[in-house]
């Protein structure tokens, strides 16, 4: 039987009143509401309810029918809905809130603004930027199935049937039109669906007028669409690389033997870090960032476009293609150093599966905060150690496992677990590694991620045993890695660690201007029980000269390549795959040199040309399309390969 009777819904309306019809507004909160118990018989003798109330319900879906024709104010918070599309049958709504909705996405975001076209405020925010990047995709996915269009009938033969043709096109439309991120891809598809529908209905000539539902042609007139950079916050700078600049902004080296290195061409310049968002703030320093995983629902392929920084008071989440700041997250107070992704797998109350991207970020104030970033809310924050946090990284292996490393000189290991029923994480400690000097990065065995774990620190190369089967739960240092040949001391610091595959790691910092190659088997088989131990070199990679520290950097194991910035703002590339081929490669006599170093492209800020800044770190996606970087002038640089 359902909860909701006409008494019910008299005892909580305004005005009081005996009569259904008079009600204007209606408080249903925090009553246990399942989407089946909306019945809209009951519910559509409110022909003048203007306000309705559903918080801290379990819907999942609002039906479509309803009949509310006057709403205006709706409010939906803490439920678990999944779908937007229904809020259409309110046309006059004004107002709405769906904050703790975690299965929402920024594509039913972007759903809502479409739909319904009075929308003024959403979740007590200011609705027209939405509107604004709606309009902008809107007409660039119209433009886009127009030509996709064009193309097809042209390709045509007479015999084809004309239904059959109509249905083939929508399909195909769907599959090959993109446009925008790949987290909006939801919203992309779904749009070219109705407008490829409508195309097909008016014989072709329908796509180009396509507008926001109820809104004239020109009411967006007098402002400019035609810019990428219309679609960013206001306050997300972007910057201008200067003509002569683009021109020449990639120049590449020659790889021994005659090959060219891979063009990589300057995108995007971003001031999306600043404090209290100034365009005049150059001096935000930049830590850390990382790709998003592709396995996340919606994404397509085996790569992702969506990468994390952070720096300052926030951390953002960018789409490398469009140079779109998808999400911004800001903790007053706080300085952010890194960031980290993982999937995870969630369970409804209704037992749906929903898999979620977890992106963790910590920094001076030793806080691990766990954020939702598809519904863009922090749901989680742990308070991991008293001193800041340089770095952070999950298990490959195991995706509720979390490394954090302090300048406590402690390294601990945290099962985040899963999200409760309010999607609320209860973390949990599970090993605690001593360290004899900061932890600058960390790096899980890639052949054996669940047995060692190496870290780079302000005293050398180190390895701990992180078996959970082992009894001890407070563990010392089990090995120390020495990069002389001969030497039987460690005591350099490595501020750059990573594998490039299953056995070569690549590490940086222990030798001025090297970044050494060495291999995990060979290093530890030849141990043979002592506690420090030199590494077998592979290859010694010549990097820049400078006595500075604390440039990380990184590899792209897919492609085999190593890369990292430099205090001139350079990027070096290099190309390490003949060394990873070799079965049994002979000790290194020189330095190779890198394939390629991206030049800083000095783009131009406030008038001027930012002539000269520090690269802290640099990453690439797996495919090697898109490379980011991240200076120390509250810059994120991003450049796309052709």
């Not at 590339?573 to 490669?585: A, E, R, S, T």
Request: aromatic share 6%.
């Amino acid at each position: 039987m359902s909860p909701l009777t006409p008494r019910l819904l008299m005892q909580r309306g305004r005005p009081k009143t005996d009569r259904l019809g008079k009600i204007r507004s209606l408080d249903l909160s925090g009553l246990k509401l399942l989407s089946e118990h909306l019945d809209p018989t009951l519910l559509g003798r409110l022909k003048h309810l203007q306000e309705l109330d559903l918080s801290n319900n379990q819907l999942e879906a609002l039906p479509a029918n309803l009949g509310l024709p006057h709403l205006r104010i709706l409010r939906c918070t803490n439920n678990q809905l999944g779908d937007v599309t229904t809020l259409s049958q309110f046309p006059l709504l004004e107002e709405l809130s769906l904050e703790g909705n975690p299965f929402l996405t920024v594509s039913d975001n972007l759903k809502v603004a479409f739909l319904l076209p009075n929308l003024r405020k959403v979740n007590g925010k200011d609705a027209s930027s939405t509107s604004s990047q709606v309009e902008n995709l809107n007409r660039e996915l119209s433009n886009r199935v127009t030509v996709y269009w064009e193309k097809f009938m042209a390709a045509l033969g007479p015999e084809q049937e004309a239904e059959k043709v109509q249905t083939d096109f929508v399909n195909s439309a769907i599959r090959d039109v993109h446009y925008g991120p790949e987290s909006l891809q939801d919203f992309t598809q779904w749009r070219v669906r109705m407008i490829s529908e409508e195309l097909v209905a008016s014989g072709g000539t329908q796509a180009q007028d396509t507008n926001i539902p109820g809104k004239l042609p020109g009411a967006a007139a007098g402002r400019s669409r035609t810019r990428l950079a219309a679609l960013k916050r206001p306050h997300d700078a972007l910057l201008s690389v200067s003509p002569t600049k683009r021109v020449s902004a990639a120049p590449f080296t020659q790889v021994e033997g005659g090959q060219c290195a891979p063009q990589l061409e300057p995108l995007h310049f971003l001031q999306c870090h600043s404090r209290n968002n100034s365009p005049r703030d150059l001096e935000t320093q930049l830590w850390a960032c990382a790709f998003e995983p592709a396995c996340e629902e919606g994404h397509s392929g085996n790569t992702s476009q969506t990468v994390a920084t952070c720096g300052g008071e926030a951390v953002c989440v960018i789409d490398c293609q469009t140079g779109i700041v998808l999400h911004k997250y800001k903790s007053p107070g706080e300085e952010f150093f890194s960031v980290a992704w993982t999937t995870l797998t969630v369970v409804t109350q209704a037992g749906h599966k929903k898999q979620w991207s977890v992106l963790a970020a910590a920094g001076l104030r030793g806080l691990v905060r766990l954020l939702h970033v598809r519904a863009g809310f922090c749901c989680g924050v742990i308070r991991a150690h008293k001193k800041a946090i340089a770095t952070l990284c999950f298990s490959p292996t195991h995706q509720t496992h979390l490394f954090t490393a302090s300048y406590d000189k402690r390294i601990i290991l945290w099962d985040i677990g899963v999200p409760n029923r309010d999607y609320e994480f209860q973390a949990s400690q599970l090993l605690t590694l001593d360290s004899a000097s900061t932890p600058l990065r960390l790096c899980p065995v890639a052949s054996c991620p669940d047995t060692y774990l190496l870290a780079g620190c302000e005293g050398g190369c180190c390895c701990w045993d992180v078996r959970l089967d082992q009894p001890q739960k407070k563990r010392a240092c089990k090995v120390e890695f020495t990069f002389s040949e001969g030497s039987e001391t460690a005591g350099s610091r490595v501020d750059g660690l990573a594998f490039v595959n299953e056995d070569v790691v690549a590490s940086k910092g222990s030798n001025p201007g090297t970044i050494c190659l060495w291999s995990w088997r060979q290093t530890w088989a030849a141990r043979d029980g002592r506690s420090v131990v030199s590494v077998v070199i592979l290859a010694r990679l010549q990097w820049s000269p400078t006595e500075l520290a604390y440039f990380s950097l990184s590899t792209c194991p897919e492609q085999g390549l190593v890369l990292c910035g430099d205090e001139e703002g350079s990027v070096w590339i290099y190309d390490v795959q003949h060394i990873l081929k070799q079965p049994q490669p002979s000790p290194p006599t020189s330095l190779q040199a890198p394939t390629q170093i991206l030049r800083w492209p000095q783009p131009r800020a406030l008038g001027q040309l930012v002539t000269k800044t520090m690269v802290n770190t640099v990453v690439t996606n797996a495919a090697f399309t898109y490379l980011t970087a991240l200076t120390d002038s509250n810059i994120v640089a991003i450049w796309k390969r052709p």
